[in-house]
């Protein structure tokens, strides 16, 4: 047997891919455990990636990106945060990205700032490199303030992943809390990596980006949302130049580029309105809230497509295996926390499956 690397027993094997496996061997269950729309990526977005292939483009590109997206995604963040970054860096979805900056920022030893809950990679990538993940705990209304931020930041504080709208949470940090945590960290010297892969998802109130208040925010968005695009793995860096100078050096030898075709797809993508999608989860978000309010203590997420239940007794793992034997397949809430009093619900299905759900999850409390 190979004799295996320490950091890889430091690593957990995926909670939500534990779950999405067991749905593909159940007959129709309600899947509320992926984080993955169920609509179609536009057909504009297809038959640009469909042009490219046919056309040729299908070798490599230079590692940092195609420069066409590059300057298309700059002008995206003018466009829809009025902030120009110094930079931009096409990476293999989101979580290649992540993967890079991680690497590039922080070394063992240096303490990681994670409000929780958390996206699953956010621990496990601090933890991959050494680092020491330290959590900040946002129950119950899941909000990073100036407050709740400083009691965490101590003289090894290297950097802050933030995330909103959030997974798994659905929160989305308003504009003055967003001046706290930027004001701390310029004061202590924190770099704050800012996760907006859910930026369209806002439904009460415009997004807001840290970047209004923090100049020097590294920003990482994608595709892989708001047009579908999961399987396809393109996303994007934003940030100063010697950063992602750096991670172009890491791309070289690990990713190498995001797929040629998929990046003329994000071209089309940025100019793609996906405003009706949009609307229709907000339908879901209210339906799914209104039919769990009463047996639940849930706070009405403002964006993304998750809600994030309070379970009213007993332990999200016995919460979860009771709603999967019934054939409701959700995530416990330890998978995204250091807690284990939530859990975690998708609302990316059918307004049948919805509703569905929602009865099934009622009658377990």
């Known amino acids: 047997?190979?004799?295996?690397?320490?950091?890889?027993?430091?690593?957990?094997i995926s909670g939500i891919r534990k779950v999405f496996d067991l749905a593909g061997a159940m007959e129709n269950p309600v899947n509320f455990s992926i984080g993955q729309p169920d609509f179609d990526v536009p057909?504009?977005?297809?038959?640009?990636?469909?042009?490219a292939i046919r056309g040729g483009f299908n070798k490599y590109t230079v590692t940092q990106g195609i420069a066409e997206l590059r300057e298309r995604v700059k002008r995206h963040c003018r466009t829809t945060?009025?902030?120009?970054?110094?930079?931009?860096?096409?990476?293999?979805?989101?979580?290649?990205?992540?993967?890079?900056?991680?690497?590039?920022?922080?070394?063992?030893?240096d303490e990681v700032i994670i409000p929780d809950p958390y996206f699953v990679s956010y621990k496990q990538l601090t933890k991959l490199?050494?680092?020491k993940p330290v959590f900040v705990d946002t129950y119950?209304?899941?909000?990073?303030?100036?407050?709740?931020?400083?009691?965490a930041i101590?003289?090894?504080?290297k950097l802050l992943f933030l995330n909103s709208p959030a997974n798994p949470t659905g929160a989305v940090y308003g504009s003055e809390d967003l001046k706290e945590v930027a004001e701390l960290c310029r004061k202590h010297h924190?770099?704050?990596?800012?996760?907006?892969?859910?930026?369209?998802?806002?439904?009460?109130?415009?997004?807001?980006?840290?970047t209004r208040h923090l100049e020097e925010t590294v920003l990482l968005g994608g595709f892989s949302k708001s047009w579908g695009m999961t399987g396809w793995r393109l996303g994007y860096v934003c940030g100063a130049k010697d950063l992602l100078q750096e991670m172009l050096k890491l791309q070289q030898f690990s990713f190498v580029n995001a797929p040629s075709m998929v990046q003329k797809a994000g071209l089309a993508a940025l100019d793609t309105d996906v405003s009706a999608h949009i609307a229709d989860y907000k339908r879901r978000r209210d339906l799914v809230y209104e039919g769990l309010k009463e047996k639940f203590e849930i706070t009405k997420p403002g964006g993304a497509f998750y809600v994030f239940p309070k379970i009213p007794k007993g332990?999200?793992?016995?919460?979860?295996e009771r709603a999967i034997r019934r054939k409701c397949l959700v995530i416990p809430g330890s998978v995204f926390s250091e807690r284990n009093t939530h859990f975690r619900l998708s609302y990316a299905t059918s307004v049948e499956q919805i509703k569905r759900g929602v009865e099934i999850l009622n009658s377990l409390v």
């Open 43 to 51: 057909e504009a977005v297809k038959e640009a990636a469909i042009e």
């Open 154 to 157: 101590t003289r090894k504080s």
């Open 190 to 210: 924190i770099t704050v990596v800012s996760d907006e892969i859910y930026d369209a998802f806002s439904y009460d109130e415009p997004f807001v980006s840290i």
């Open 315 to 320: 332990t999200d793992q016995e919460f979860a």
């Open 129 to 131: 490199v050494g680092a």
């Open 140 to 151: 119950p209304d899941f909000r990073l303030t100036g407050e709740r931020l400083e009691k």
């Open 1 to 12: 047997m190979a004799r295996l690397a320490r950091r890889t027993r430091e690593i957990d």
């Open 81 to 109: 945060r009025n902030w120009e970054p110094e930079e931009v860096f096409i990476t293999a979805g989101v979580s290649g990205g992540l993967l890079l900056l991680t690497l590039a920022l922080v070394d063992a030893g």
